[in-house]
């Protein structure tokens, strides 16, 4: 791939990928870091992308470029706590909608695997077939383990919200009220 043709390529993905990578970091500044650090990848490696599925190629490098990102911040962090002997608490101040902080919560409580194949497939709107490419799985096991993330994120939100007092659920997840099951 010729210099001309790489910023083509690049001019054509890099607003996907900066997105995939930006839902998955803590800030738009690490985001912009991880996607430079993405296309530096693919410039070196641009005889390898193929040309029928280059945007999961790149979201399928875009991976292990912030599995290397969170590596580094990881040991940075043990080097902090070292020499600081005390981390101070992150701090927020976004304001959050009441429903929203049980979808957070109920996301973080399940496992790295099952939150980056929910995300995948709500976020960034990945089939089932380009979820398998980017995670060089066959597209059955990406079902199958979607179809489980989906039961245990649906769980999860259930025990972290349960159904209003009064009312219970039919077999179909639907809420009716008490009164209709003794009638």
Known sequence: MTEELFRDFYATHVADVWRFVRRRTASATEADDVCADTFAVAWRRRVDIPAATARLWLFGVARRVLANHRRETERRGRLHLRLARYAAPPVSYEDEVPSETALWRSLAALSAGDRELLLMRAW????????????EVSATTVSSRLYK?????????????????GHVLDDDRTERSRIDDHS
């Open 124 to 135: 960034d709107d990945l089939d089932v077939a380009d979820i398998a490419v980017v995670l």
């Open 149 to 165: 993330a989906r039961r245990r994120l649906a769980r999860e939100l259930e025990r972290r919200d349960p159904p209003a007092a």
